[in-house]
């Protein structure tokens, strides 16, 4: 099956500053999201960017589908950025029927 | 406003009570599916319904339930809940091809004593 992972595990950083998450999968895909888990346990629907660029305030999202990955950018980051970001993937023919979520980037904005 | 609304949010139960976790979107979508979240073992596909009346398994179903008698709801039912069903619970709804990707509700957290 697709395998997804997301570097870095862990971030640590000081409100203001800017950061870029990567999310790497191993085969095509026809689906990808980028969700934000809130420290309440929410998912919060980012982007959903198969291919190409999306910017939806301090958040922008970029996926190069050719080459197989996906970077989600958070600019001057504030203490409401912080939770576990995922990527997550449906496979190319969607013969699964269901979302292959990274591991996750663990991001803890500081005041 | 588009919503997928779990219900209840946080539950405590004792093995072998059955329970009921209701998913409810008002979107229109064919596709809803129910996810559980474990530390270590991410988000797995429990069950999923590309129409009414139509589900299938997803990765993890052992111990689990579900219908789709209408397009609005999916029900997840633990028949005899066991500690082990002690998880973060998703719905999810979609709209496969559209564009749109996948919609979540707000989880429920459900513990088996």
């Known amino acids: 099956g697709i395998q997804v992972e997301q570097s870095p595990p862990d971030l640590i950083l000081q409100e203001g500053a800017n950061s870029t998450l990567r999310c790497n999968f191993s085969?095509?895909?026809?689906?990808l999201q980028w969700f934000h888990q809130n420290p309440w346990g929410q998912l919060i629907n980012l982007f959903y960017?198969?291919?190409g660029t999306k910017q939806n305030g301090r958040l922008s999202a970029t996926t190069v589908a050719t080459e197989r990955y996906s970077l989600l950018y958070i600019s001057s980051s504030q203490t409401t950025d912080s939770g576990v970001y995922f990527c997550?993937?449906?496979?190319?023919?969607?013969?699964?029927?269901?979302?292959?979520f990274g591991t996750g980037t663990l991001l803890a904005v500081q005041p | 406003e588009a919503q997928v609304t779990q219900n209840p949010r946080y539950l405590i139960t004792v093995t072998g009570k059955k329970l009921t976790v209701t998913c409810s979107q008002n979107?229109?979508?064919?596709?809803m599916s129910w996810y559980r979240q474990d530390p270590g073992l991410g988000l797995r596909q429990i069950y999923y319904?590309?129409?009414?009346?139509?589900?299938d398994k997803g990765d993890v179903p052992e111990g689990y339930k579900v219908s789709r008698k209408e397009k609005r709801n999916f029900p997840l039912i633990l028949e005899s809940p066991s500690p082990n069903q002690t998880s973060l619970y998703f719905c999810?709804?979609?709209?496969?091809?559209?564009?749109?990707?996948?919609?979540f509700g707000s989880g429920t957290r459900l513990t088996v004593v």
């Open positions: 997550a993937v449906e496979d190319y023919g969607g013969a699964t029927n269901k979302l292959i």
């Open positions: 085969d095509s895909v026809n689906n």
């Open positions: 960017i198969p291919s």
């Open positions: 979107m229109n979508h064919e596709y």
């Open positions: 319904s590309m129409n009414v009346e139509v589900t």
């Open positions: 999810a709804t979609g709209r496969q091809g559209a564009g749109y990707g996948y919609t």
